[in-house]
Each structure stands twice: as structure tokens, then as C-alpha cells.
């Protein structure tokens, strides 16, 4: 009997040695990715604990500005004097003041007006053309029939731009 000849196997390649780049290059690639994987983890650690570092301060911030209610002690004597004399200074009629103060000649300018409410006293100071202007608007203040007496003119001060002056008067209101 013959024996049977066997495969031909010289279509088949030789096998090669695998190339020292390829391995450099995937060696280098699997380097970077545990690299990046480390990196990554140790951020992600670090953010978690800056959540947690974040929400134990919003706590104890909110535990120390929850404020429990204060008992307000019942007010005394000068307390509720004090409360009503508030009150009287809210009721006053200081539209009508106002509005009596306000110069009717639009020449003459307030600058300022000064309401002391304890004691009605007003120091208006304003500016004039002239000095003419000035002193009719003072007696214009007493005139009007307002809520405004014992006008007296404290200054008149001459300047380039016009008459400067001070007025103080007593509030009837």
C-alpha cells in the first residue's frame, strides 16, 4: 500500500515576528488609558469629596442662621410713648407742607429743605435772580394763609450766580 502524500501547506505564510513598534505603540496606548483612568478616578474622588465638604457647610449655615423667635418684652411706659410719638410723626400732614413751601415764581430754586419734626422747625435755603425775589418769596411764605408761621430770614448771600438765602420758619401742622 502507498501512503498518501499529505497536505501541501506552501500556500500558507511563513509566520513572522510581531514588529517592536506595534508593541511600543500598544504598550504607549495601554499606558495612557490607565493613566486617564487614574486621573479620571482621582477627580471624580475629589469632587465627591468637595460635595460633601459643600454640603455639611450649606447645613451648618443654615443650622446657624435658623434663627428661633425672639419674645418681644411688652413694651413700658416710654416704650409706648416712644411708639406713639412715631405715629404722630407718620399722620402729619407733609404733602400740604410741601406743597406750601414750593415757590409760586419759578425763578426762585429751593436747594434744601430741612423738617425738624419734634420741634416744627424748617430751614429753607434756596437761590434768587435777585434779592428782590428772595425776600418776596419769604414774605410769600408768611402770606399764603399755610400751615407755615414766624418766617425769618436768617442769610442773604450775594454770589455770581444769583442771591443765595436761608429761611426759617415754624410748622403749624
Same mark, same amino acid.
Given at each position: 500500500m502507498s501512503l498518501m502524500p499529505g497536505p501541501n501547506l506552501r500556500w500558507l505564510r511563513h509566520r513572522r515576528? %510581531?514588529?517592536? $513598534?506595534?508593541i511600543g505603540?500598544?504598550?504607549?496606548?495601554?499606558l495612557v488609558a490607565?493613566?486617564?483612568?487614574?486621573?479620571?478616578s482621582a477627580v471624580d474622588a475629589d469632587l465627591a469629596r468637595r460635595r460633601n465638604q459643600l454640603q455639611r457647610v450649606e447645613a451648618l449655615s443654615a443650622a446657624a442662621h435658623a434663627q428661633l423667635p425672639v419674645q418681644q418684652p411688652a413694651l413700658g411706659h416710654d416704650g409706648a410713648r416712644q411708639l406713639?410719638?412715631?405715629?404722630?410723626l407718620l399722620n402729619k400732614d407733609w404733602p400740604r407742607l410741601l406743597n406750601a413751601v %414750593?415757590?409760586? $415764581?419759578?425763578?426762585?430754586k429751593l436747594l434744601s429743605v430741612d423738617i425738624n419734626p419734634d420741634t416744627a422747625v424748617i430751614r429753607v435755603t434756596g437761590r434768587a435772580?435777585?434779592?428782590?425775589?428772595?425776600n418776596d418769596y419769604a414774605?410769600?411764605?408768611e402770606t399764603t394763609g399755610s400751615p407755615i408761621g414766624d418766617v425769618r430770614v436768617i442769610v442773604f448771600e450775594?454770589?455770581?450766580d444769583g442771591i443765595y438765602f436761608e429761611i426759617g420758619a415754624k410748622w403749624n401742622g
Open positions: 515576528a %510581531v514588529d517592536p $513598534r506595534a505603540a500598544a504598550a504607549l496606548a495601554l490607565v493613566t486617564e483612568i487614574h486621573w479620571k406713639s410719638e412715631q405715629f404722630a %414750593v415757590p409760586s $415764581r419759578h425763578e426762585v435772580p435777585s434779592l428782590l425775589l428772595a414774605q410769600w411764605l450775594r454770589r455770581p
